[in-house]
T-cell receptor, first 115, second 113 residues
């Protein structure tokens, strides 16, 4: 079945440490790929997106993500986490061949940052 | 920076009552969406709307649900007869030329008692 998987439900890191949040997809073709962040009481904010081309994508707030076709992955990274990065992070995809623009979301990863 | 707004932020209603959730999309956007997130579950697509028509809807979006763009700025989701299982956070989103870049509102938390 077509799906988006975020294997880590909850991650805790120390402020200043590096971060990698995992996302895997299961589709026949490479979907369009997105990362969203949801801070408490806020809506979903788009961090970055990948449609094609350079597999390393830069986003807002110092985040980047790397598309790896061989691993069907689109992992989110940040070299040095700030306390304000504590939030829920969602990977999402749009099926590229289904004549659709609906986002399909993973279950999310909650990031906790310790001082 | 333009943003999507939603009202109310929290709505409590009794089972069987009708509710209308309101959204003001970004002003020059053409594509509009509703998603929902039941507590502890994934964000799920409900419906997309373009040119005053539903362009796609999910299995969740049954006859109890309807959407409308009553004027040039608002986009509403109506649930005719709410059920306990409709309790969720409802997100409105809009997009412009690139329909793959959707901007979300802060959500309306609907609690059905």
């Amino acid at each position: 079945a077509q799906s988006v998987t975020q294997p880590d439900i909850h991650i805790t890191v120390s402020e200043g440490a590096s971060l990698e949040l995992r996302c895997n997809y299961s589709y026949g073709a490479t979907p369009y790929l997105f990362w969203y962040v949801q801070s408490p009481g806020q809506g979903l904010q788009l961090l970055l997106k990948y449609f094609s081309g350079d597999t390393l994508v830069q986003g807002i707030k110092g985040f980047e993500a790397e598309f790896k076709r061989s691993q069907s992955s689109f992992n989110l990274r940040k070299p040095s986490v700030h306390w304000s990065d504590a939030a829920e992070y969602f990977c999402a995809v749009v099926h590229p061949e289904g004549n659709t623009d609906k986002l399909i979301f993973g279950t999310g990863t909650r990031l906790q940052v310790f001082p | 920076e333009p943003e999507v707004t939603q009202t109310p932020s929290h709505q409590v209603t009794q089972m069987g009552q009708e509710v209308i959730l309101r959204c003001v999309p970004i002003s020059n956007h053409l594509y509009f969406y509703w998603y929902r997130q039941i507590l502890g579950q994934k964000v799920e697509f409900l419906v997309s709307f373009y040119n005053n028509e539903i362009s796609e809807k999910s299995e969740i979006f049954d006859d109890q649900f309807s959407v409308e763009r009553p004027d040039g700025s608002n986009f509403t989701l109506k649930i005719r007869s709410t059920k306990l299982e409709d309790s969720a956070m409802y997100f409105c989103a809009s997009s412009g030329y690139s329909t793959y870049e959707q901007y979300f509102g802060p959500g309306t938390r609907l609690t059905v008692t």
